[in-house]
């Protein structure tokens, strides 16, 4: 079942607000050995009025997800029949859980043995941080400054183990393992004047916005197969490099 914990300190006064919030969601994995995903986010706003011109405000948010998935192939385990154990040991390969448990259909992986040597995970995080500047020397005019900054992240692991049988004359997989770096990062600034003037019966408005945005992205790719021992999730361990790409 999904566990939610949520922390919040704030405060408010005449010319100050503050408000700093943590939540953390954990959903755990539908089979045993499986993590599931965890989301974490840290929240800050600040605003302040130093004086009746001058409106400050900041803002600060951080946002992480750790997902370990499911690798069960469900329909698979209701091809077992009911006498068959997928929790025993495997006596020949020495894994926690037996890799084959049906003799009659070996290529028939148990889901337990291979949610027990998984590589397979996403860690994903973004920040922002945001700044605005209010100032309104007149009450008919006013200028309002933006700065916002942005900062993803996001590295996957695909891993397939080696040792598992592929076919019904005992053939094993050499194993594979895929890694993706991901980042982007972005910044936005705009400066902006509001004037707003009555003529008579007459309201007269002008305004005007200055903008500048600047985006970066990269991604790295590297994979690797031919594992050369059993449940080995690092790129070290692939004796064969089969692409690095950016």
């Known amino acids: 079942s999904e566990l939610t914990t949520l922390m919040r300190i704030s405060q408010m006064s005449a010319t ?3 408000s700093l919030s943590y939540t953390r969601t954990v959903n755990p994995g539908v089979i045993k050995g499986a993590q599931g995903a965890t989301n974490q986010s ?4 600040v605003d302040n009025r130093p004086t009746d011109q001058i409106q400050l405000s900041f803002g600060a948010n951080f946002n992480q997800n ?4 499911t690798v069960a192939n ?3 385990l209701y091809t077992y029949e009911p006498y068959i ?6 006596r020949i390969t020495g894994q926690r859980y037996i890799v084959a448990p049906d003799s009659n259909n070996i290529t028939n992986t148990n889901t337990l043995f291979l949610q027990s040597i998984s590589g397979n995970w996403t860690n994903r995080s973004a920040a922002q941080l945001s700044g605005q500047v209010t100032y309104r020397p007149l009450n008919w005019l006013s200028f309002i400054g933006n700065v916002g900054y942005n900062l993803q992240n996001a590295k996957t692991n695909a891993f397939q183990p080696p040792g598992v049988p ?3 004359a005992g053939g094993l997989s050499i194993g594979s393992l895929g890694i993706t770096n991901q980042s982007g990062n972005g910044l936005d600034a705009y400066l902006s004047s509001t004037a707003i003037k009555e003529i008579g019966k007459l309201t007269m408005r002008l305004s005007g916005q200055v903008e500048e945005t600047n985006r970066d992205f990269q991604q790295i790719t590297t994979t690797g197969t031919t594992f050369n021992s059993v449940g080995a999730q690092t790129i070290a361990h692939a004796t064969v490099l089969t692409s690095n790409s950016s």
């Open 66 to 69: 750790y997902n370990v998935p």
């Open 16 to 18: 100050s607000n503050f």
């Open 42 to 45: 840290i929240r800050l706003n």
């Open 166 to 168: 592929t076919n019904e």
């Open 74 to 76: 469900f329909p698979n």
């Open 85 to 90: 154990n997928l929790l025993a040991p495997d």
